[in-house]
């Protein structure tokens, strides 16, 4: 029998906690690059601060930058080192499976899976509950109604992908030109509510996808729209038609505030 986790067993992981700076930079002068190699302050692609262009203060403000500038690494590289450091992370981790089941590997590698049923099953075993109140992120398309209105909500009916990071939820809804024929591309930012539904927290160093720093949820979430709002008319979404042909436009992205439950 698999052990039961209890999620008041885990605290909320918030790489947005503390305000984050995103600063304009510039390459080093000639000088100022020799002055860092003279303090041994050098380090490769090294950037000099000019100005702070943003500060960063919630999940929600992560997901507006980046939904403006889908270019930003920065937020990529903050949230995996917070991960890297962070302690509840490692709790949450200490309680999957070491090594990650294949068929969950091969999920991140070669999506579409060709069983579902395999992965969400695999959820279910080893999966934990969520706490109360963590925030996580998904990029793709909320539904619509017949009307063309968002829905209120709607349940899942197949696992369901979230990740730590709001560019990476981007990007994976951007991926293999979704945003481009959805002519519209939706960040969510979810908070987890009174769900039941276990999920299971990728490793950050296992498979050629941790860079994603997934967490998976088996199937049969709720989620409900609290709030939508459109952050950039001119989100330039491409989509490969052919060997040598790749085809772009200018879409709506939006953040969208979401409870899953």
Request: glycine share 4%.
């Amino acid at each position: 029998m698999p052990v039961q986790l209890d999620k008041n067993q885990f605290k909320i992981i918030d790489p947005f906690s503390a305000p984050l700076e995103i600063w304009d930079e510039r390459e080093p002068t000639n000088e100022e690059a020799d002055d860092l190699l003279l303090k041994g302050d050098w380090k490769p692609f090294i950037q000099i601060k000019i100005k702070i262009d943003s500060v960063l203060n919630s999940a929600h403000d992560a997901a507006e930058l980046i939904a403006a500038n889908k270019d930003e690494p920065r937020i990529d590289h903050h949230v995996i080192n917070y991960l890297n450091k962070n302690t509840e992370y490692k709790k949450w981790r200490s309680v999957m499976p070491h090594p990650t089941p294949e068929p969950l590997i091969s999920y991140q590698e070669d999506y579409p899976p060709k069983d579902f049923e395999t992965v969400n099953s695999l959820i279910s075993k080893h999966g934990m509950l969520i706490p109360e109140g963590q925030v996580l992120f998904h990029g793709g398309t909320w539904p619509l109604e017949k009307s063309g209105g968002m829905m209120g909500s709607f349940l899942t009916n197949r696992v369901f992908s979230t990740s730590f990071c709001p560019r990476v939820a981007l990007n994976n809804g951007d991926w293999m030109g979704k945003a481009f024929d959805a002519g519209r591309i939706d960040i969510m930012v979810i908070t987890i509510k009174n769900t039941n539904k276990k999920a299971f927290v990728f490793s950050l160093d296992e498979g050629a996808n941790s860079h994603e720093m997934e967490v998976l949820f088996e199937q049969g979430v709720q989620l409900n729209l609290i709030s939508s709002s459109t952050v950039n008319l001119n989100f330039k979404a491409c989509k490969s038609t052919s060997a040598l042909s790749v085809k772009c436009k200018f879409i709506v992205a939006n953040v969208l505030q979401v409870e899953m439950i």
